[in-house]
């Protein structure tokens, strides 16, 4: 069955990076996307990005771009979130989704989401 | 910057129908598709709607999406209300320049 598996807890403190990875298995992973979803604690959940998983190309939220970088290594059906320096408001849940793509676009559809990765940043 | 509101809570007692709105901040609403996603606390989201009014197989027919023009929303609806339909919901859809917009979201209280 299709399935989204994220890495483990991390934290961080401020001003560093975190990335998380997201290993998909179940279908290939070239034809899909993979986007980024945060939901801070009693937050709602936030888009931050995705990435097409054939080509590569990415598109990033207005509100992080400058700070997320998304990549994947197609050899591991493997997408990779990356944030930099944190703060102590990027505290959160970190959610790998799969979409799909049209055109130069990809949207969410019927797709699983990954079990999320707790973020904490703290000095 | 298109935003998406919801109702923050909304209750209803065991068998009967909920209804949750999604109301766009300015557009057409149904230019682009709306999704429903449902959170029990402590779970990832899962998805009960997608493309406006599709159910993911394993999704009850209990569940039902909408579009109504008119009034630039979207509806999620819930008939035969069960204790385990608890939960937050999010709808999302996209902005102008295809960027993902979620809702707020409205816990559901099955009382």
């Known amino acids: 069955q299709v399935q989204l598996v994220q890495s483990g807890a991390e934290v961080k403190k401020p001003g560093a990076s975190v990335k998380v990875s997201c290993k998909a298995s179940?279908?290939?992973?070239?034809?899909?996307?993979i986007h980024w979803v945060r939901q801070a604690p009693g937050q709602r959940l936030e888009w931050m990005g995705w990435i097409n998983g054939g080509n590569g190309n990415t598109k990033y939220s207005q509100k992080f771009q400058g700070r997320v970088t998304i990549t994947r290594d197609t050899s591991a059906s493997t997408a990779y979130m990356e944030l930099s320096s944190l703060r102590s408001e990027d505290m959160a849940l970190y959610y790998c989704?799969?979409?799909?793509?049209?055109?130069?676009?990809?949207?969410?559809?019927?797709?699983?989401w990954g079990q999320g990765t707790l973020v904490t940043v703290s000095s | 910057n298109f935003m998406l509101t919801q109702p923050h809570s909304v209750s209803e007692s065991p068998g009967k129908t909920v209804t949750i709105s999604c109301t766009g901040s300015?557009?057409?609403?149904?230019?682009?598709?709306v999704q429903w996603y449902q959170q029990r606390p402590g779970s990832a989201p899962t998805t009960v709607i997608y493309e406006n009014n599709h159910r993911p197989s394993g999704v009850p027919d209990r569940f039902s999406g909408s579009i109504d023009r008119s009034s630039n929303s979207a509806s999620l609806t819930i008939s035969g209300l069960k204790t385990e339909d608890e939960a937050d919901y999010y709808c999302q859809s996209y902005d102008t320049s295809n960027h993902v917009v979620f809702g707020g979201g409205t816990q559901l209280t099955v009382l």
């Open positions: 989704v799969r979409g799909y793509c049209l055109s130069t676009t990809c949207f969410f559809g019927d797709d699983p």
């Open positions: 179940g279908y290939t992973f070239s034809n899909y996307a």
């Open positions: 300015s557009g057409s609403i149904g230019s682009n598709f």
